[in-house]
Every structure is written in structure tokens, then in C-alpha cells.
């Protein structure tokens, strides 16, 4: 009765031991294979990939489901059911990427190449590691035999690269059950590492939202060698620039706040210094003229962003346009108050000559953050203690845009998770010579099975 007991009380991790040197050998395979598949949004061709993760799959006896609101553009839903206690966990990943300008490759971008310790490939970072370290994730509990308490659910899905519409908007609004979960965890996360050492882990909780808005400035047409007053490259011109020296004022949440204050505390003296003056009012307007001329990393997270990024005016150098147009690229907090900050991006240009035009291309939703306190997120940072026990958990606010955005809005509490990757940035999501360190992978696949593991395995 004793050892029995010993071995209920056993934690999941040592109850189904994993043979990771096996395992990483496998993953690599999986993962070459879906970098070989190129699918480039556009046009997409996911199905190509779900195909492939189903025969993978399906090979192990695990149910999967192809849902598709475009033939060629499959998204892939594969379940291990639990007992029913708890409500499912959801494992999220994509597979279609961005395109490439293959000139400015040293390698062939879908052909996983090896070299200086790194695996190059268009996906590599954006987001076939992810959906990698998802497939390997049901692998492994399939094959151990798991008792679980929730269904854990995995979702290679198409379209995140901008055409949302053919994956995850179609699964929430029709195939929502087959997806519905407590918690999710997808993209946007990382291990950062400094010279080899893993420094932090960062969790993404919110992200801002993505809203473009166009300037558009009416006058009169006419000879170039006849100036005029409401000439409308003057009047967008002027109206672009104010933005190069106004910003919306800096505004904390739970999320950057927490995150500031744990940075702090594993940062060389002269940096921890910033990160607990950004949260002091009194220092905070130098600190964030720092961030924004050498860290506009870190002074981004600080507020909604107006960034101008375009500018259409005129055809011929002798000729004055009749309409010009510029382009606002605004990420928005996600408590912003959209139709208040157009009014006040209005009273900022201050001129009836340019009119002000929202244009929403996607309909991300603005949701709140996801929870520190939950069990997903204890569970978050007690792997990261196991696999990186000098390193902090870090929650942070994206300043991109992810699909998490649409499952956050259906009340799931949605956490950005990835691989090791170096702090330089260099060779990261949509750069040219994409790439993932070697050894990184397997590394991402042991934090996620042990995170799982903590929140699904029945005790």
C-alpha cells in the first residue's frame, strides 16, 4: 500500500519519463519536413502541411479532423480526450509563412538546412516550431499513456499570416466546440538567451491591436510653378510630422507593469535602474526618451502607438496634386479607447484640409490580458524553474498581432510561449535566413510537456 501510494503521489513529470535524446531526434524530422513544405501565405496551400501532420498522427491512433473553408487552405484539429474534470487545454500553431525574397537568402529558405549550429528555413521561428513542438507534445502523451483530467487539443492552423478569415475566424465562428478550451498556449513567447544563458522567459498575456488609418488631404490641382495655399503634399506633410514628435501618453497594465518590475530584478545595476525608474512618474520622461532612441523595444510596450508609414501624393514633379494620402500604422493598447483616440489624433493634426479614416483590414478584437493567477500560468513558471532555474518567467505584452487575439475573446485564458532564442534578434520571425539554434527545439518541446503535464495529468 505504500509504494502505491508513493506513486500516486509522484509528480506527472516523474510518473511518464521521456526519452528526449530519442524524441529530439524525431522532432527534428518533423520539423525539416514541414520547413520543406512551402507554404507561403499567399497563396497559403496549408493543406499540403495538415496532410502531413495527419498521416504523423493518424499513424498513432490519434482522431484527427481537416476543417477548411478553402480546399487548399486546411486547418488540422487532433484530440487526446481526458475524464471530463477539467476543461480542455488547447495547442496552438501555424503553419503557413510569410513569403521570401530568396535573393537575399545564403541558403534555400524551405530546403531546412544545417549549418553553424542553426536550422535555416522560412517558419523557423514564425511559427513551425510551434507547430512542431504541438505535434510532438500529443506524440508523447499518446505514447506514454497519460491519464488526463482535460482534453488536451492541438491546432496546426492556416491563414495567421494575415488571412485570418480561412483559419482561425472560420473555427470560432463555425467549429468553435472543436476547439473550445480553458487555456491555449500559441506563438509569441520565447526563452531569451545572453552568450548561451537563458535569461528570461517570456509569456506573452496581451497584445496590442492593430488599427491603420488613413490621412487623406483634398486641395487644388494646378501648375506646379503657381504655388497655391491648400497644396496637399504641405498640408499632409505637415500633418505626418507632428507624429514624429507627439505619441499617446505612456499607460502601464498588469502585464507590462510585472513585467518592468522582474526585469528589473536580473538586470545589471545600471539597466535595472530604467526598469524601476519607468515606473516611477518622475522618471518616467527621461527613461522613455531613453527607450525610444535606444530601446524602442521596451518604449513601444509603454503605450498605444502612431507610427507613420506611408506617403501617396502626386504623379509628375510639375504637377500639384489634387489628393494625397499617408498612412498611420496605430497599435492600440487593448483597453484603448479607439473612437476617443481618433478624436484626439484629430485635434492633433488640426487641419480641416486632412481628414482622418479609419481602415480596418482585420477585425482582431481587443480583449483583456490573460491571468497571472491561474494554474496555466503557475504552471508557465514552474517549468521554466526546471529548465532554466537561473532565468525568471517575464509576462509580457506583444507589440505584434497573434491569433490568441480571437480565443482570448471567447473567454480563454491564451498564454505566448517558443523555443531558445538569442536576445540579438538576429535571424528571427519574418528576417531573411530565418533560423532556430539547434538543440533549441527539443529544449521548447520538455518546457511545453512539462507545463502540460502540470495542468492535465490526472494526479
Known amino acids: 500500500m505504500f509504494s502505491l501510494c508513493v506513486i500516486a503521489s509522484a509528480a506527472p513529470s516523474e510518473r511518464y519519463p521521456v526519452d528526449w ?25 496549408e493543406t499540403r502541411a495538415a496532410k502531413y501532420l495527419q498521416s504523423v498522427l493518424e499513424r498513432e491512433g490519434v482522431p484527427v479532423k481537416l476543417l477548411a473553408l478553402e480546399p487548399s487552405r486546411a486547418n488540422l484539429v487532433a484530440r487526446l480526450s481526458g475524464n471530463g474534470s477539467k476543461k480542455p487545454i488547447l495547442i496552438m500553431g501555424h503553419t503557413d509563412v510569410v513569403g521570401v525574397q530568396r535573393a537575399k537568402w545564403s541558403v534555400d529558405p524551405f530546403a531546412a538546412i544545417h549549418k553553424n549550429g542553426f536550422i535555416y528555413g522560412r517558419g523557423a521561428q514564425d511559427d513551425k516550431d510551434n507547430a512542431t513542438a504541438g505535434l510532438m507534445l500529443l506524440l508523447l502523451l499518446k505514447r506514454a499513456g497519460v491519464k488526463l483530467d482535460r482534453d488536451v ?15 482561425i475566424d472560420f473555427l470560432v465562428r463555425e467549429h468553435w466546440p472543436e476547439i473550445a478550451a480553458e487555456y491555449a498556449l500559441a506563438e509569441g513567447g520565447a526563452a531569451v538567451a545572453h552568450e548561451g544563458r537563458v535569461r528570461y522567459v517570456q509569456v506573452s498575456t496581451t497584445e496590442k491591436v492593430p488599427r491603420q488609418v488613413r490621412l487623406v488631404a483634398h486641395g487644388t490641382a494646378g501648375h506646379g510653378s503657381r504655388p497655391v495655399p491648400d ?76 507610427t507613420p508609414t506611408m506617403i501617396h501624393a502626386g504623379f509628375r514633379n510639375n504637377v500639384i496634386p489634387s489628393e494625397g494620402t499617408a498612412w498611420l500604422d496605430v ?27 479609419p ?6 478584437p481587443a480583449t483583456p490580458p490573460s491571468r497571472l493567477d491561474t494554474e496555466m500560468f503557475r504552471a508557465l513558471e514552474t517549468a521554466q524553474r526546471r529548465m532554466f532555474p537561473t532565468a525568471v518567467t517575464l509576462p509580457a505584452m506583444l507589440a505584434g498581432a497573434t491569433d490568441m487575439a480571437q480565443i ?52
Open 21 to 45: 535524446a530519442q524524441a529530439a531526434e524525431e522532432a527534428l524530422r518533423h520539423y525539416s519536413a514541414l520547413l520543406r513544405t512551402d507554404t507561403s501565405n499567399p497563396p497559403g496551400n
Open 153 to 167: 487539443i492541438y491546432l496546426a492552423e492556416a491563414g495567421e499570416e494575415g488571412t485570418t478569415q480561412v483559419g
Open 231 to 306: 497644396n496637399v503634399v504641405v498640408h499632409l506633410s505637415a500633418a505626418v510630422a507632428k507624429f514624429g514628435g507627439w505619441q499617446p501618453p505612456m499607460r502601464l497594465n498588469e502585464t507590462t507593469r510585472t513585467f518592468f518590475e522582474r526585469l528589473a530584478a536580473i538586470s545589471p545595476p545600471e539597466e535595472a535602474v530604467r526598469f524601476r525608474g519607468i515606473l516611477d512618474p518622475n522618471q518616467a520622461p527621461a527613461i522613455e526618451r531613453y527607450f525610444f532612441e535606444h530601446e524602442p523595444g521596451y518604449y513601444t510596450v509603454l503605450r498605444t502607438s502612431v
Open 331 to 357: 497599435r492600440a493598447l487593448p483597453d484603448e479607447d479607439i473612437d476617443g483616440l481618433y478624436s484626439q489624433l484629430g485635434r492633433v493634426i488640426n487641419d480641416p484640409a486632412v481628414q482622418l479614416v
Open 359 to 364: 481602415f480596418h483590414q482585420t477585425d482582431r
Open 408 to 459: 482570448r475573446a471567447k473567454g480563454v485564458q491564451a498564454y505566448g510561449v517558443g523555443p531558445v532564442v538569442d536576445d540579438s534578434g538576429a535571424g528571427g520571425a519574418h528576417a531573411d535566413d530565418e533560423r532556430l539554434a539547434e538543440g533549441s527545439l527539443e529544449k521548447f518541446i520538455q518546457y511545453l510537456w512539462y507545463a502540460v503535464l502540470e495542468v492535465a495529468a490526472s494526479r
